[in-house]
């Protein structure tokens, strides 16, 4: 079986008033437990559904519709504050940003290099270094949106 690490378009990062996980967060909930609560500022926006600013994602509410009336499982969505830097308005005075969500998966992978192990069978999973592995079916559903500028690599069970 064959599944594909993404790394988003980052586009921005943790505002001011992100609220950060403690240790024992971390140890339950996994590596998405680092970020209680999502400030996501946009810097720039090439103009993707899926963001990144690590561990965190977000995802418009174009794909967040989506996925919500697709047949997926083992994703939470939750609220986020989206706000853009002085640098965005200015180099973007008119560029209007969607509602985004922040977007947690729920599954589980190890990933070295190339490589998978211990999926826990999820179509979006997360390692422990919040790296965002999807399978074929997921990657797939994703290409119907904006992913454009989103890196893909290959991995193989190991």
Known sequence: ??????EPEVSGGHGEY??????DDIATEGISGKVKYLHYEFEGWLGDDLLESTPAFI???ILETELENSDFIGYKLEECLITTSDEFKEMYPNKKIP???????????????????????????LSPKGELVVTQEALDFLKRVSIDNCYITPLTKE
Do not use: D
């Open 99 to 125: 509602a985004f969500s922040r977007f947690i998966p729920l599954g589980k992978i190890e990933v070295e290099g190339e490589n998978f192990k211990n999926w826990s069978g999820h179509h979006f999973c």
């Open 18 to 23: 992100t609220i950060y996980g403690t240790e």
């Open 59 to 61: 995802v418009s509410s």
């Open 1 to 6: 079986m064959i599944l594909y690490f993404l």
